[in-house]
């Protein structure tokens, strides 16, 4: 899905692995629909990534040749002080942007999670809402998992920390991208200590940020010389 637009979307310091394929062919399926879809997984699971790279595939001159629909898009970053009559506001307003001459809103909201536990709690009125996906195409970015109630009346696509081996694919084609030389076996020792640094921190039950995304930055900048 990505290859016919790899040159005009895809960075040159990012490599598509199997992640980023599999979530952007389900949210361009879904979004295209007008199909919720909900991406949950940890950080540096290529969630953000992906949804990027989806709304640069919407907005290239050769979209619309592929059959895929114009978007207006529009960003709630959910938090902990969120409250339900802001999400309703903005629901609104992007079911406003669809059109039928083939265009379509879309409603990203980012940490899911963090509304989760908001005083409020604004996502007791997401399944509501949900119901009637006809008005607006719609994503969610969660790190955690979510209520049984919005994720019930979306496409969720739960992704795990990346294993050793795709760490080291995705670690050697980045660099290949790149055109940077790096050797497996010193991509590999890498890999293994990214994996106990997160192991041990998990076990010490330490709050933490350090996922996959910082082990790909690591790489580019050991052998960027």
């Given at each position: 899905?990505?290859?016919?637009?790899?040159?005009?979307v895809?960075?040159?310091?990012?490599?598509?692995?199997?992640?980023?394929?599999?979530?952007?062919?389900?949210?361009?399926?879904?979004?295209?629909?007008?199909?919720?879809?909900?991406?949950?997984?940890?950080?540096?699971?290529?969630?953000?990534?992906?949804?990027s790279?989806?709304?640069?595939?919407?907005?290239?001159?050769?979209?619309?040749?592929h059959?895929?629909?114009?978007?207006?898009?529009?960003?709630?970053?959910g938090?902990?002080?969120?409250?339900?009559?802001?999400l309703c506001?903005?629901?609104?307003?992007?079911?406003?942007?669809?059109?039928?001459?083939?265009?379509?809103?879309?409603?990203?909201?980012?940490?899911?999670?963090l509304?989760?536990?908001?005083?409020?709690?604004?996502?007791?009125?997401?399944?509501?809402?949900?119901?009637?996906?006809?008005?607006?195409?719609?994503?969610?970015?969660?790190?955690?998992?979510?209520?049984?109630?919005?994720?019930s009346?979306?496409?969720?696509?739960?992704r795990?920390?990346?294993?050793?081996?795709?760490?080291?694919?995705?670690?050697?084609?980045?660099?290949?991208?790149?055109?940077?030389?790096?050797?497996?076996?010193?991509?590999e020792?890498?890999?293994?200590?990214?994996l106990?640094?997160?192991?041990?921190?998990?076990?010490?039950?330490?709050?933490?940020t350090?996922?996959?995304?910082?082990?790909?930055?690591?790489?580019?900048?050991?052998?960027?010389?």
């Amino acid at each position: 899905l990505i290859d016919p637009f790899e040159k005009d979307v895809v960075p040159r310091d990012c490599a598509i692995n199997v992640a980023v394929e599999e979530n952007v062919f389900v949210l361009v399926t879904a979004i295209a629909n007008r199909v919720p879809v909900i991406l949950i997984g940890p950080p540096g699971t290529s969630k953000s990534l992906s949804l990027s790279l989806v709304q640069s595939i919407f907005t290239t001159t050769d979209s619309k040749e592929h059959g895929l629909p114009r978007i207006k898009c529009r960003t709630y970053q959910g938090s902990e002080s969120s409250r339900s009559e802001e999400l309703c506001s903005i629901y609104e307003d992007v079911s406003r942007m669809s059109r039928g001459d083939g265009e379509v809103g879309l409603l990203v909201v980012e940490e899911l999670s963090l509304m989760q536990l908001a005083r409020a709690n604004p996502n007791k009125v997401l399944h509501t809402l949900l119901e009637d996906s006809s008005k607006c195409a719609f994503v969610g970015l969660s790190n955690h998992s979510l209520d049984g109630a919005p994720m019930s009346r979306s496409i969720v696509v739960f992704r795990p920390e990346a294993e050793e081996k795709q760490l080291l694919d995705t670690a050697q084609a980045v660099r290949k991208r790149l055109g940077l030389v790096a050797h497996r076996d010193e991509c590999e020792k890498l890999a293994k200590a990214h994996l106990r640094a997160v192991a041990l921190l998990r076990a010490l039950d330490l709050p933490h940020t350090y996922g996959s995304r910082s082990f790909f930055q690591l790489v580019k900048l050991l052998y960027d010389r």
